[in-house]
């Protein structure tokens, strides 16, 4: 069962890090919620890019790993390349 994850939620990590809610980590965390199943980093690109959440692919390399360290989403390192899933 997929825990409950809101924009609160996002809120209190980036505050717990010291860390600033940007106008775009809020949209790539909307587009984490949009998203199902397993998806590729160049998957959540897209993603982002088709609800014209981010422009850049440095920012999504930049917030997955922040998204995976607040337990928002799982990472899995397979042979063909890293693979993201929500929690």
Do not use: C, W
């Amino acid at each position: 069962m997929k825990k409950k994850i809101d924009i609160q939620a996002l809120r209190d990590f980036l505050k717990a890090n010291k860390r600033p809610l940007t106008v775009e980590r809020e949209a790539l965390f909307n587009v984490m919620l949009s998203l199902k199943g397993h998806y590729s980093a160049a998957e959540f690109y897209k993603a982002a890019r088709k609800q014209n959440a981010v422009h850049d692919k440095t920012t999504v390399n930049r917030v997955l790993p922040l998204f995976v360290k607040a337990g928002f989403i799982k990472e899995t390192r397979l042979p063909n390349g890293q693979s993201y899933e929500r929690v």
